[in-house]
């Protein structure tokens, strides 16, 4: 029914729906956690080495591999 071009294009889009979606997660975290509203570990130190550092390496791989795909042309 759809056209492989078609569904790529739908498959690189949601990928970077993904990526903003991960990246507006990571900011509010962030922002609650800084304004201590928000505190489920210890100390800052371990929320930002378990999650912040984790969700930054989702958003770089997410990134890169939008980066790294290629549009082909139509045939």
Known sequence: MYTDSY???RRRKGLGWLLVSAAVAMAAF???THLEAWRFL???QWQDLLVGYPTAGVIALAGFTLITMRARPRA
């Open 7 to 9: 569904r790529r294009e």
């Open 30 to 32: 962030h922002v609650l």
């Open 42 to 44: 210890p100390s800052p």
